[in-house]
């Protein structure tokens, strides 16, 4: 994280002739269990990773804030005076739609501004790249115009910008990941009532596997948003107001007038949402066989049910299964929004180096695909530092 930060002041210096005088960090996510749902009131389970974005800045005395970043040459400039919409390039929308409604929350000017962003979050993993963008956005406007922002409002305006700047319609689960991960903690979210709890998971033997497949399929681009309004759909033919609501009866007895893909996809958030009750459950009971399977069911019901998962990500949930428990893994699935992206293994802490190395052998030798496969631990979440 030192490096990364210190890359950015450089990255900064080099780029606008000066020193940063704030520098905002927001990490990626990994979920443990509860996909999908938390647009469906569900509950969800994820934490904040060590990868961060982390943005360099200092006022600038004009009307303009100009970003530079790592990845990316040149530099784009955005009028902050007047209403701040979407344009290109593509990646420029985070910040604007971050500094649109970060102006409406705040109530407040947002000065001109330079500013140097560089990450470490690997993008197109399923590791909510664009949530720690939008965080590490949101968290430097704090920076620079002296305005804190409530968390949640901070939270709730990123997943805004992402809404209407980025068109992807997305949940709750990743910026308030970002926005509230600490350090050895879940960032548990009961989605209903939009309240974050932090879970202690500071067991030294238990390690967190992070998968990336490095394969993105389609996202944004229609998949997610299908999949959301088909539990829309489902949860109006059900006639309830909320899937926290609806058991899995009352899914069946729809079955017919909802037709077999609708049906599918509410099957899978009747029992997702259960499955994540039941994981809180098993992790506090250190009830690491229960945690395994309702992991593996979880997988399988995203794969069959959901249709969200990929070749790439059944082979990765299908290595680290091989190795059982014999081999030190407690459970496995794929993480996020799926399509591609990163898979999540729970295992024994003792094993983790030789379960890192055996997933990353063999998932080159049956795909020809090199991963990208890391151990990971909760981390804090969106700071200024
Ligand atoms: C993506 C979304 F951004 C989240 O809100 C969530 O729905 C996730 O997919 C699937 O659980 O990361």
Redesign the pocket.
């Known amino acids: 994280m030192n490096t990364l930060i210190e890359k950015a002041k450089d990255g900064f210096t080099s780029t606008f002739g000066k020193e940063p005088t704030v520098i905002a960090a927001a990490p990626g996510r990994v ?1 443990l269990i ?6 469906c009131d569900g509950f ?1 389970m994820p934490f904040a990773l060590e990868q961060n974005f982390v943005i360099a800045a200092a006022p600038n005395g004009t009307t303009t804030a100009r970003f530079g970043d790592a990845k990316v040459e040149g530099i784009i400039e955005i009028d902050v005076a007047g209403e701040i919409t979407e344009s290109t390039p593509k990646w420029s929308n985070y910040p604007r739609g971050v500094m649109h409604y970060f102006r409406e929350e705040a109530g407040c000017t947002i000065p001109g501004f330079d500013a140097y962003i560089i990450s470490n979050v690997p993008s197109g993993g ?1 590791l ?1 790249s664009s ?1 720690a963008f939008e965080l590490s956005v949101a968290t430097m406007l704090e920076g620079i115009t002296g305005e804190k922002l409530n968390t949640k409002t901070k939270a709730l305006l990123c997943q805004k910008a992402e809404h209407v700047f980025a068109h ?1 319609p ?5 910026q308030f990941a970002s926005a509230f991960g600490e350090t050895d903690r879940l960032v548990m979210i009961d989605c209903q009532s939009g309240e974050p709890t932090l879970v202690p998971f500071e067991n030294p033997d238990l390690t967190v596997i992070v998968a990336n497949t490095c394969v993105e399929h389609e996202l944004s681009d229609g998949g ?1 948003a299908s999949r959301r309004k088909a539990t829309e759909d489902g949860l109006k033919i059900i006639g309830k107001n909320s899937w926290r609501d609806v058991s899995m009866s009352d899914v069946d007895a729809a079955k017919d007038t909802m037709g077999d893909v609708v049906y599918r996809r509410g099957h899978h958030v009747v029992g997702e949402i259960q499955r994540t009750i039941d994981a809180a459950a098993a992790l506090k009971a250190n009830d690491f066989d229960t945690l395994g399977s309702l992991m593996y069911a979880s997988h399988a019901s995203l794969r069959d049910d959901f249709e969200v998962s990929c070749e790439e990500l059944d082979i990765m949930v299908d290595i680290a299964r091989s190795m059982g428990k014999e081999g030190g893994v407690i459970g496995a699935r794929m993480t ?3 399509f591609g992206g990163s898979t999540v293994t729970l295992c024994e802490s003792d094993k983790a180096d030789d379960i890192v190395a055996a997933m990353t052998e063999q998932y080159k030798e049956q795909t020809g695909i090199d991963p990208e496969i890391f151990t990971s631990r909760p981390s804090k979440g969106a700071r200024l530092i």
Do not use: L, P
């Open positions: 979920n509860g996909e999908h749902i938390d647009y969800v399923g909510s949530a992807c997305c949940g709750i689960m990743d997610y996020g929004g799926g």
